[in-house]
């Protein structure tokens, strides 16, 4: 359900200042462990006032999801419109250093995201993976679709099936950059900004000799 109309007539940096905190208590505990008691304290609200906003607490994270995704969706917007017209695989190494950037600056976003995969007992879950996977695979389909008409991808291609490979390939990769032994040994995790760079475009490499146009 979305927002109450209470909650749509608050100005909007009361709007944002109470989902910006909403979004460090689920990222830091997840769904389950999060407190709306633990929230109304640090916003110095009353706990009915978060009820009569969002309804209930599956409301409350279901604001809160939406309001971390716009975010970044609209990163990667604006990567893609500064991209625009470049070679597919160079477009594709600064999504993903664009992803590692993000992570590194704001990394609530990409916990909550962690916290919607991994843990079962989050409301609306299949709805919420659903729309993430919608906005990535659109999103590398259109640079693959640009790539193609560029010549720059193999003519053989079912870009359906390479979108898919890239999605899974660069999500694990930033799963990777985030989460303890997830990286099989690459030093990923932690890495600094140059190593973490080298191995992306390792990467990117690697797919750019698996799915490139030939000599």
């Known amino acids: 359900m979305p927002p109450s109309s209470t909650f749509n007539n608050l100005p909007p940096d009361k709007q944002e200042r109470i989902l910006d905190e909403a979004l460090s208590e689920f990222a830091a505990v997840g769904y389950a462990r999060a407190s709306v008691n633990r929230l109304v304290a640090r ?7 978060i009820f009569q906003y969002f309804r209930d607490k599956p409301g409350l994270f279901r604001q809160v999801f939406d309001f971390a995704v716009e975010r970044v969706k609209g990163h990667l ?11 597919v695989f160079s477009r594709l190494e600064q999504s993903l250093l664009a992803g590692l950037r993000l ?14 995969v991994f843990e079962g007992d989050v409301p609306f879950r299949g709805r919420l993976l659903a729309s993430i996977r919608i906005f990535s695979h659109d999103y590398i389909m259109d640079l693959l ?33 985030a989460v303890e032994h997830m990286d099989s040994g690459l030093g990923l ?14 990467l990117v490499d690697t797919l750019r000799a698996g799915l490139g146009a030939r000599p």
Do not use: H
């Open 77 to 87: 917007r604006q990567v893609r419109a500064d991209t625009r017209g470049q070679e």
């Open 189 to 202: 995790n932690q890495a600094d900004p140059d190593r973490a760079a080298e191995l992306a475009a390792g």
């Open 145 to 177: 679709t640009d790539g193609a008409a560029a010549g720059e991808l193999r003519p053989d291609l079912d870009l359906e099936l390479a979108a898919f490979v890239v999605d899974a390939t660069l999500e694990r990769f930033l799963v990777a950059s």
């Open 43 to 49: 916003l110095g609200i009353a706990k009915g006032s």
């Open 103 to 116: 992570i590194e600056k704001n990394p609530r976003l990409f916990q909550l995201y962690l916290r919607v």
